[in-house]
C-alpha cells in the first residue's frame, strides 16, 4: 500500500453542500496534517494533530472541520464552502508532529466549490 | 514577509543540461531545519532531503546535490544531467526549532524538454 491514501481524489460541490475528505496513513506515524494548496501560493498549514489530538489550527475558518478518529485516519468536514475554498488539498503525516521530521504527502484531493 | 522564498517560477531546459534551483530563507532561530520536495503531475509532494542548520555540508545523491549557505541563507538545488521525469514543481521548506509551523515557498516548476 502507498504511504498515504486520499479520497476522493476530485471533487465537485455546491455551496450548500456537505461533504468529507478522508486521509489514511500506513506508515505508523502519529502526526497527520491538512494543507491547502492554491496556484501560485505556498502550502498553507491547515490543522495538525499528534495523536489523534489537534495540536494547530491556523485560523481556518470553522466551514473547515477536521476530525481524527485515531492515528492512521484523519477528515476534513466540509459545509457551506466558497468558490475561494477551490484547491487542492493535501494530507501530510510525520513520525510526531515535531517540526524536525519530515512529512509524507498523499496525492491531494482536487477540490471545486460551484 | 515571505520565509521562504523561490524566486524561479518557471525554468525549462533541455535534457541533459544542469539545472540549479534557488531557495533563499529567512528565520531568526539558531535552530531550523529546511527541505526540498518534489511534486510530480500526479500531486503528492516527495520528500527529498532535510537538512538541519548545524549541518552546513553540502550532500550529493545521484544527480542531485544540495548546496546550504548560512551566511546567504540559501539552500540551493542542483541537478545534474536533467532528465524529462525531473519535470515537476519543486518546493523548498523550512521549519524553525522554537515555532510549531512548515513554511512552504510558492514552488518552482521545472519542464525538462526532451
Known amino acids: 500500500e502507498t504511504g498515504v491514501t486520499q479520497t476522493p481524489r476530485h471533487l465537485v460541490m455546491g455551496m450548500t453542500n456537505k461533504k468529507s475528505l478522508k486521509c489514511e496513513q500506513h506508515l505508523g506515524h502519529n502526526a497527520m496534517y491538512w494543507y491547502k494548496q492554491s496556484a501560485k501560493k505556498p502550502l498553507e498549514l491547515m490543522f495538525v494533530y499528534s495523536l489523534e489530538e489537534r495540536v494547530e489550527n491556523n485560523s481556518v475558518p470553522s466551514r473547515f472541520s477536521p476530525e481524527c478518529p485515531n492515528s492512521s485516519h484523519l477528515f476534513l468536514h466540509l459545509h457551506t464552502l466558497q468558490p475561494e475554498d477551490s484547491a487542492l488539498y493535501l494530507c501530510a503525516s510525520s513520525q510526531a508532529a515535531d517540526y524536525s521530521y519530515e512529512q509524507y504527502f498523499g496525492p491531494g484531493t482536487r477540490l471545486t466549490v460551484t | 514577509a515571505q520565509k521562504v522564498t523561490q524566486a524561479q517560477t518557471e525554468i525549462s531546459v533541455v535534457e541533459k543540461e544542469d539545472v540549479t534551483l534557488d531557495c533563499v530563507y529567512e528565520t531568526r532561530d539558531t535552530t531550523y531545519y529546511l527541505f526540498w520536495y518534489k511534486q510530480p503531475p500526479s500531486g503528492e509532494l516527495v520528500f527529498l532531503i532535510r537538512?538541519?542548520?548545524?549541518?552546513?555540508q553540502n550532500e550529493i545523491s545521484g544527480r542531485y546535490s544540495w548546496n546550504f549557505q548560512k551566511s546567504t541563507s540559501s539552500f540551493n538545488f542542483t541537478i545534474t544531467a536533467s532528465q524529462v521525469v525531473d519535470s515537476a514543481v519543486y518546493f523548498c521548506?523550512?521549519?524553525?526549532?522554537?515555532?510549531?509551523?512548515?513554511?512552504f515557498g510558492t514552488g518552482t516548476s521545472l519542464t525538462v524538454i526532451p
Open positions: 537538512r538541519n542548520s548545524f549541518d552546513e
Open positions: 521548506a523550512l521549519s524553525e526549532g522554537a515555532g510549531n509551523q512548515f513554511y
